[in-house]
T-cell receptor, first 114, second 110 residues
Framework: NAGVTQTPKFQVLKTGQSMTLQCAQD?????MYWYRQDPGMGLRLIYY???????DKGEVPNGYNVSRLNKREFSLRLESAAPSQTSVYFC?????????????FGDGTRLSIL | GENVEQHPSTLSVQEGDSAVIKCTYS??????FPWYKQELGKRPQLIID?????GEKKDQRIAVTLNKTAKHFSLHITETQPEDSAVYFC?????????FGKGTMLLVSP
């Protein structure tokens, strides 16, 4: 039982390049989330998917797109990477479709954009 | 939307002392308040949570209190140990997601 698995763990991109971050969970959870974590800013929600087939914007969605491929997988895409998107990205999942259930986090992807 | 304020941003204590981290929230409809611990370079991990129908919850050296009237909740760690050193995040339920505070770096000195 791996929980939430994110790939890759590290990535360096050049400005303007595109990339997809992958996330998969094996807990049969309904909801999945993408956060970015910057020093002193806490965890900020980029996009979430309350159930298979639905996605919604979070606090900081600009410059990102997401796909809920199936119940297990939720990917985050940067179409044209910018230095401001240098961050640590965490995927999380939870059982319920609202915000009132514990969220389980992956190990994160450390992304640097030059 | 929900707004969560967390204080202090850093907290230094001696081993064995107690530590208290406080959070306030803005949305009176919020009903779920988890606390996460994040060690350096690791993922956030849930350490305790409380729901709005409960005023206090304890788990060994950790306790959380909730004051719905004042819209604030607190994390209490007693008999702190060096392994408690980490960043702690509070969170509150937003419309359909969690909103996190900006974190408190707790340093426990031997």
């Amino acid at each position: 039982n791996a929980g939430v698995t994110q790939t890759p763990k590290f990535q360096v991109l050049k400005t303007g390049q595109s990339m997809t971050l992958q996330c998969a969970q094996d807990m049969n959870h309904n909801s999945m989330y993408w956060y970015r974590q910057d020093p002193g800013m806490g965890l900020r929600l980029i996009y979430y998917s309350a159930s298979e087939g639905t996605t919604d914007k979070g606090e900081v969605p600009n410059g990102y797109n997401v796909s809920r491929l199936n119940k297990r997988e939720f990917s985050l895409r940067l179409e044209s990477a910018a230095p401001s998107q240098t961050s640590v990205y965490f995927c999380a999942s939870s059982q319920g479709t609202g915000g009132n259930q514990p969220q389980h986090f992956g190990d994160g992807t450390r992304l640097s954009i030059l | 939307g929900e707004n969560v304020e967390q204080h202090p941003s850093t907290l230094s204590v001696q081993e064995g002392d107690s530590a208290v981290i406080k959070c306030t929230y803005s949305d009176s409809a919020s009903n779920y308040f988890p606390w996460y611990k994040q060690e350096l370079g690791k993922r956030p991990q849930l350490i305790i949570d409380i729901r709005s129908n409960v005023g206090e919850k304890k788990d060994q050296r950790i306790a959380v209190t909730l004051n719905k009237t004042a819209k604030h909740f607190s994390l209490h760690i007693t008999e702190t140990q060096p392994e408690d050193s980490a960043v702690y995040f509070c969170a509150a339920t937003g419309y359909s997601t969690l909103t996190f505070g900006k974190g408190t770096m707790l340093l426990v000195s031997p």
